[in-house]
């Protein structure tokens, strides 16, 4: 069975996150959507809303966990069994960004590879980082976000 490790904050879950988990459930036996805490960065979301939105966001998905970890993501990656992190990918400024942390990961592990997976482009532009902007500024993000995030950030207006 081949796990995939898609990493990343989720701090809110996108569209777009879910786009690339979809297709790596496809190709991939089994992903764990793994949520990186770092205690040297104030989320937007605690964790564990994060973690809760994620589940309630995915409902459905027979081959797809999620957790949270601290740490390298490598070293998350090994303890999982996994042979592969999945890297989401929106426009060319991101590739250069990713390719560096998957070359740092290799270096450290040769065995788990990074598979790259493009968003669809209606994806393209969405960030979490534009989200909380756009949400922070009163607008709509309710075609961003699913809607279990939706309802969670409308409820703490």
């Known amino acids: 069975m081949t796990i995939a490790i898609y990493p990343g904050s989720f701090d809110p879950i996108t569209k777009g996150h879910l786009d690339i988990l979809k297709t790596g459930a496809e190709i991939f036996d089994k992903v764990i959507i793994a949520v990186a805490h770092n205690s040297e ?34 070293e998350y990656a090994k303890s999982k069994g996994a042979k592969v992190l999945l890297r989401g990918l929106r426009a060319v400024s991101d590739f250069e960004y990713e390719l560096q942390l998957s070359q740092a990961n290799s270096a450290m592990c040769e065995d788990i590879k990074t598979v790259f997976l493009t968003t669809k482009p209606k994806y393209n532009f969405i960030s979490s980082s534009t989200i909380k902007e756009i949400y922070l500024n009163n607008g709509d993000i309710s075609k961003f976000v699913p809607e279990p995030v939706y309802e969670y950030l409308m409820k703490r207006k």
């Open 41 to 74: 960065k104030r989320g937007f979301l605690p964790i564990e809303d994060r973690v809760k939105l994620i589940k309630d966001s995915i409902a459905g998905m027979e081959n797809v966990e999620v957790d949270y970890f601290a740490g390298l993501t490598i």
